[in-house]
């Protein structure tokens, strides 16, 4: 998937499960983030040898996914929004790397241990970057309940429009309950994503002026976040790292005020 692809909706080509299958390994998210691409993997299984680098987290360390985050998932997949508990499937690629390649497993623990300390030192940037953000701002509304880990991680009530997935449209009535929640709350920003359109979140916007006389700003345009999607590569999006960084300099520069 390239950069600003929902992976919920995200359909593999013919040519996509050629890759998939001629590959060594396949890593994937897993917790039904690539919602319909279970099929791929489970049709293909046997053909593909493919890891959900999700795997190892503790079960108990996961968020209950609500409503409908599509078929049979349980979870809320976002998990990279914790940076600390994303450290684990870094830990999943390394094992799986130096079991396909032994050859390889001493460079593969090396470049594993180097990627945890930037982690670690990412999360705890991401923690003083948003000591910026007194306690009564921190609400963060999205298009889709992205956030959830992030929230739960650095303090946040997060909302979204849509549910943990992407998958099922909004109504009015999803529209008009965020409407009363940004009017009532006095919420002063919202916030695009990347690989979410926008229209759900501007009708909610129309609906908090006209019926609750209260003005949003839309955070959007560059200031996007990155949820699902990485940015361009090469771009400052365009990692991991980036990603997280982008995010946070913009959550504080709406809230911080
Ligand atoms: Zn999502």
Redesign the pocket.
């Known amino acids: 998937m390239g950069a600003g692809v ?3 909706r995200y359909l593999p080509t013919a040519g996509d499960r050629g890759k998939l299958e001629s590959a060594h390994l396949v890593f994937f998210s897993g917790l039904h ?1 690539e919602g319909k691409m279970t099929d791929t993997f489970e049709k293909a299984r046997g053909r593909i040898r493919g890891v959900p680098v999700t795997r190892d987290i503790p079960r108990e360390d996961l968020r209950p996914a609500e409503g409908e985050g599509g078929p049979d998932s349980q979870f809320d ?2 998990v990279w929004f914790d940076v600390r508990l994303w450290m684990k499937p870094v830990e999943c690629v390394r094992a799986e790397l130096a079991a396909l390649d032994p050859a390889g497993a001493d460079q593969y623990r090396r470049n594993a241990d180097a990627y945890l300390k930037e982690l670690a030192a990412l999360d705890a940037e991401v923690r003083q970057k948003l000591t910026r953000v007194p306690p009564e701002k921190r609400v963060l509304v999205t298009s ?3 956030f959830g880990y992030f929230g739960r991680a650095y303090g946040f009530e997060v909302k979204g429009l849509q549910g ?3 998958a099922s449209e909004t109504g009015t009535p999803d529209r008009q309950k965020l409407a009363e929640f940004l009017g009532t709350r006095k919420i002063p920003a919202v916030f695009t994503e990347t ?1 979410v359109p926008d229209a759900g979140l501007k009708a909610v916007l129309d609906t908090a002026r006209n019926d609750y006389g209260h003005s949003v700003r839309l955070v959007g345009g560059d200031d996007a976040l990155f ?2 999607a990485l940015g361009v590569p090469g771009s400052p999006g365009g990692t991991y790292p980036g990603m997280v960084r982008h995010n946070v300099d913009v959550i504080v520069e709406a809230l911080a005020r």
Do not use: E, W
């Open positions: 929902d992976p919920h983030l997949p976002h889709h309940d992205a943990v997935s992407t690989s949820s699902d």
